[in-house]
Structure formats: C-alpha cells, structure tokens
C-alpha cells in the first residue's frame, strides 16, 4: 500500500544511481523496490528483563526486479536468522546504520509476491531522533510504544514510512498478570504455560507503521460507552471515569460531522506513569496519570487524539512536510468539541489563538515546516486557522460535506493536500479557495483574521 507519490518515482529514478534517496524530515533512507502487504508478528516480551524475542513474518512484493533489499531494524534489536518463502534464498544479511539489508541468491522478478521470516530479538529501547528518544520504552510496570514519527524500528522489521500501509497480526505472549493492547481486534487470549498469556490483535485496515503500539501493564478493562473502552491502573478507575466520561460523544458527534468512524472501536491506554503529551496509534490513543487528574483540563487533549482516528490514522499523510493535514484538523476539532460540549464558538477559539500567533516569529511555512519544526504548536494552530478559514470561506453547508466526501474517498488509504484541495475547489469558487491557502500555506507572514 506504498502511495508517496515520491518514493514511487524514487524506485525507478534511483535504478542505476548509487546515492540512496532519503526521507529529507527523518533523514532515513527509502526502502526501494517493494511494497509490504501484511506483517505477522509474534513475539514474547519478559517484562522484568524487558526481553523481546520473536519471528516477524512480512507479506511482500517486488515493484521492480530485486537482487537485494533494505528494511528499518535498529535500537537494541538484532536479526538472527532471515529465510525467504516463493523467493530465491537469502544469502546474505547484516544490520547497519539501523538498517537490514538483505541480498538473495538470485534476483526476485517483478511482481512477484514472497515471504521474509526474520528472526529477532533484543532488549527494546526508543530510537534517538530530532524529535527526541521515539519508540519502545519502559514504564514503571511495562512497556509503550509511541512511535511517530519513525520509531517503529525499535521493535519491529519494517518499511517505516508514513506512506507504506499494511495489514497485522500482532502475537505477543507476556508474563502474567500484565494485560496488552495493542491496535485491532483481540483475536484470541489464552494461556502460553509458565505464568504467561499469549495475546493475539489482527489489523484488518491498513495502517502505518508509526501508528502500530503495544501497550503492556497492569490494566483494568473500563467500559466508556457502546464503542469505547479504556485501560487503566484499577486506582486510576474513579478518575478515568469522570475525565473520560463524554469519550463515547465524542467518538459520535465526530462520526455526524466527518462520518462513521473508521474503526471497530476506540480505546484509551491510561498509564501509571506521566508522560509530557497524549499520543494516538490507530484504533486507540495512550495517556499519561497526569492526564486524569479530575480537573478535566486536558478535555480538548481527549478530543484532539480521537479525531486524529479519521485524520491522519484512517486518512494518512504521504509525506512528513504535510503533517498540517493530521494536526491542522486535529486540533480545529479541539474548537469544534468546545463548540458543541461548552457553548464557546470556534470562531472565538480560532481569534483567541490567532492573537498568540500572531505574537511569534513569522518563518513557518506551513506547506513545509521543516525537520525542527513539523511538531511546532505553530504548526498545529496555523493549520487549525487554515481549516477554520476554508469554513468561513465555504459557509458550513458547503464545508462540511466536502471534508466528509475527502475523508471517504480516501479512506483507509494516505492522501497529499491535492487530494483535499480538489474538493474544496469543487465545493466553491476555486480562484477564492486557491487565493485563500497560497497565503495560509505557502507564505510565512500570518494572513488577516479570517472574517
């Protein structure tokens, strides 16, 4: 499901040349050649030790005719053996530079459709990035995994990258009395002998690699409401309740604006430690104690993470640069849940912003924050005020229904601006729309207030 548009005219612009192409925002090289279509993985994770051994089983085909490849394998993770299936032999591998390179006995001819089994292993650790340590960590009692934008490589084989989706299966056996979530559906629990439970999720939607989580620690199950559940510390249970009380609303009134959402059901992962941000994974979002202190201040941290199920989870981006897309509407919807939940219109939120905005440094270019700055609060709320300017624009019965039409076409699937922009124009004056984010996007000085 490789849709970046650039890393498909990469595979054969790069044919012949001996520079690799890289990802100019993680500075990580493309996997070139080959698309993966599922990964099965089953894993056994010793918490104490924070041990994690396994075989990961990639479901690939070859783009082009292949003599050798390359995946995403790094931190403390180390292959031991790789075997192919419908494929010549691999005859050589080593891992370097967080990178498995891979090259078979003789070359695999396009389209062909082969298994790599790798067996791997390793005690899991988060990734250095620009953006901090990204990845598998430990908590206090277990494991998370936040991963985006690149940090799936600490656990698992992979082509990482925003655009290559993928279906799962996820089979982790871990020691008792520990609970795992993970992204999907629970296929099945039972017990795996020695004080252990083997755990088994399978994703039927194709998801990015940064979005895949595994979630271990002493949880209790809270139900929210008819699609919506949370895990938490059983201490945690009376203020979980009441912080996340309006979850199933939410999950509902986002579902009337944008469509059904996308997914079987929506969890929350509280964990017993306090983490700086809340952070989304597909089907599920992870939260910190810190976040349920019974204040509800974090009320729009709640809504923010479940919209992201419809942008940026279900509708992914296919390059970093437009993040806006993710958490430009993420965060417009914090105002529009404001809006509905609390009487306060989001025109009110969007000025109130606009002003703080208005006091920083004018050198973002939204279109392309850059490496440093693709998380910058100036991007969320100037890509917040974009979207609240295309709706004043449009007028709410033309708004609306286009962002629900872009969100259905491409769903489950990765997008480019184009994509939404196309049915912004057909939704109104094109001139006006295309006038109205040249200065939002392409420019760094902060256009008018919307009227």
Not at 55 to 60: N, T
Not at 112 to 134: A, D, K, N, V
Not at 219 to 231: D, K, S
């Amino acid at each position: 499901m490789k849709l970046l548009s650039t890393a498909l005219s990469h595979v054969t612009a790069a044919r012949g040349q001996a520079t690799p192409i890289r990802d100019s925002y993680t500075g990580v090289d493309f996997n070139l050649g080959f698309e993966v279509t599922h990964y099965d993985l089953d894993l056994t994770y010793r918490v104490e030790p924070n041990m994690l051994q396994g075989e990961a089983v990639l479901h690939l085909r070859a783009l082009e005719e292949l003599d050798k490849l390359t995946l995403d394998l790094g931190g403390a993770m180390v292959a031991r053996r790789i075997t192919a299936k419908h494929a010549p032999r691999v005859a050589k591998f080593r891992l370097s530079g967080g990178k498995l390179r891979l090259n078979f006995a003789e070359p695999i001819a396009e389209n062909t459709e082969f298994e790599l089994h790798i067996r791997y292993g390793g005690s899991p650790r988060p990734l250095r990035t620009p953006w901090g340590e990204i990845g598998w960590e430990e908590t206090e009692s277990g494991s998370l995994v936040a991963s985006q934008p690149n940090g799936a490589p600490s656990w698992f084989p992979c082509d990482d990258t925003p655009s290559a989706k993928a279906t799962y299966d996820i089979r982790i056996t871990a020691d008792d009395p520990f609970v795992v979530i993970s992204n999907g559906t629970l296929v099945s629990r039972r017990r795996a002998g020695g004080s252990m439970t083997r755990w088994h999720y399978r994703v039927d939607h194709p998801m990015a690699t940064y979005l895949a989580t595994v979630q271990v620690g002493e949880f209790l199950e809270i139900p929210l409401g008819r699609n919506v559940r949370a895990w938490a510390p059983a201490s945690l249970k009376p203020r979980v309740l009441d912080e996340f009380a309006q979850q199933q609303e939410m999950l509902d009134f986002y579902s009337m604006l944008f469509g059904p959402y996308p997914f079987p059901d929506y969890q929350v992962v509280i964990t017993e430690d306090a983490l700086e941000i809340p952070l989304e994974a597909q089907g599920l979002s992870i939260f910190g104690s810190n976040h349920v202190k019974g204040d509800h201040v974090f009320e729009r941290l709640i809504a923010h993470e479940l919209s992201h199920q419809w942008f940026g989870n279900s509708v992914g981006v296919s390059e970093w640069k437009d993040i806006w897309l993710n958490e430009g509407f993420a965060c417009y919807c914090e105002w529009l849940w404001m809006e509905h939940a609390h009487g306060r219109p989001a025109h009110n939120s969007a000025r109130s912003h606009y002003q703080v905005l208005a006091r920083k440094r004018q050198d973002l270019l939204l279109s392309d924050p850059g490496t440093r700055d693709m998380f910058d609060d100036r991007v969320y709320k100037r890509g917040a005020l974009t979207v609240h300017a295309l709706r004043r624009l449009l007028g709410d019965t033309a708004f609306f229904p286009a962002v629900r039409d872009y969100l259905t076409a491409a769903q489950h699937s990765v997008v480019t601006p184009g994509d939404l922009i196309s049915r912004l124009r057909a939704a109104g004056d094109p001139g006006d729309v295309d006038k109205l984010l040249a200065q939002w996007l392409d420019q760094p000085q902060l256009p008018p207030f919307p009227a």
